[in-house]
């Protein structure tokens, strides 16, 4: 890929994946509000339950992984098959590649729910707070907002790049390039693999992760959160 077409592809990539990501923070949000919920009822922390945000995160792998994996087929001039028998296929391969990886996801995240309100529980040891003081500290936005945009922004990126994956075996690609974000926030690892191109099924050396493209759950959490870099198949 030349320059051009790789500043190309990464904007349409980036405007594909903010979409997504502002689609799924409202959804993720109110499910982690629900979390809080969950505990303020009961007051007992082992019915903070992780299943409605794992059923979440599976349709934002299906849907976002389909999505992106069709409007990147043209690129590797794939032809055969209308719309809807390409998004079930790529549906089909997105279940089984992440439905145990995101039990996980979900589960991880369900933890950090609970470490967060077991902090504020301390906090309310420590400061003699009244149940309906802890409510309001655990009901406030800051609880959830922005947790929800990291993890929208985190899971949208993996789910696209792995849809696209998933478009280059199936076109029979042999090779791939990771395309760095084009802005001052990227990370030094992330600018230092830019344009870096290796077979289909080797993993990028990103500092001492490696991964099969940008936010796969190889990578270290300093490599995977927040990342917007997008791969792509070499022609």
């Known amino acids: 890929m030349t320059q051009k077409e790789q500043q190309e592809f990464w904007l349409k990539f980036h405007r594909?994946?903010?979409?997504?990501?502002?689609?799924?923070t409202p959804k993720i949000n109110t499910v982690l509000k629900k979390q809080i919920q969950q505990y303020i009822s009961s007051k007992d922390l082992i019915y903070v339950r992780s299943s409605e945000l794992y059923a979440l995160l599976m349709d934002l792998y299906k849907t976002t992984g389909a999505a992106w994996a069709y409007q990147t087929r043209g690129l590797l001039n794939k032809k055969g098959g209308g719309q809807m028998g390409f998004s079930e296929r790529v549906i089909s391969i997105m279940r089984q590649i992440f439905e145990f990886e995101l039990l996980e996801t979900a589960e991880n995240i369900t933890q950090t729910t609970i470490r967060l309100i077991q902090e504020v529980l301390t906090d309310a040891a420590?400061?003699?707070?009244?149940?309906?003081?802890?409510?309001?500290?655990?009901?406030s936005p800051e609880m959830t907002a922005q947790r929800a945009r990291l993890i929208a922004r985190t899971e949208t990126v993996n789910a696209a790049n792995a849809g696209s994956m998933a478009?280059?075996?199936a076109a029979g690609a042999t090779k791939k390039i990771w395309i760095a974000a084009r802005d001052n926030r990227t990370r030094e690892h992330h600018r230092d693999i830019n344009q870096t191109v290796i077979g289909i099924d080797e993993l990028f050396k990103v500092g001492d992760s490696y991964?099969?493209?940008?936010?796969?759950?190889?990578g270290s959490a300093e490599e995977v959160c927040n990342c917007r870099c997008a791969v792509a198949g070499v022609v």
């Open 16 to 24: 594909f994946q903010m979409r997504y990501e502002l689609m799924y």
């Open 211 to 218: 991964m099969m493209h940008p936010g796969s759950k190889e």
């Open 167 to 169: 478009n280059l075996r």
């Open 126 to 139: 420590l400061e003699g707070w009244s149940f309906d003081e802890i409510v309001k500290k655990l009901v």
